[in-house]
């Protein structure tokens, strides 16, 4: 999967629609979505060392924001 950096109105547009999803009941679409979003660097480089790079790698988040701050490889043990 290719991950891309998004405008905040990209992200809006996203997010609204994840919470159209959710209250329509349709949790793991939604769910599924909302990790197309980039997680935050700050986010990504706390779970990364506080034990969590198993779940950053596998877990399909978007993480091309983190790579455009930390540097393609990042997520490498």
Do not use: C, Q, Y
């Not at 349709?26 to 986010?43: D, G, H, Q, Y």
């Amino acid at each position: 999967m290719t991950h891309k950096l998004m405008s905040e109105d990209e992200k809006m547009a996203v997010m609204m629609r994840v919470i159209a999803l959710s209250k329509a009941g349709k949790e793991e679409e939604a769910s599924a979505l909302n990790r197309t979003v980039p997680m935050p660097p700050f986010l990504a480089k706390f779970a990364k060392e506080h034990g969590h790079l198993d779940f950053l790698i596998e877990s399909g988040w978007n993480m091309a924001e983190a790579e455009a701050v930390f540097g393609p490889g990042w997520l490498a043990p």
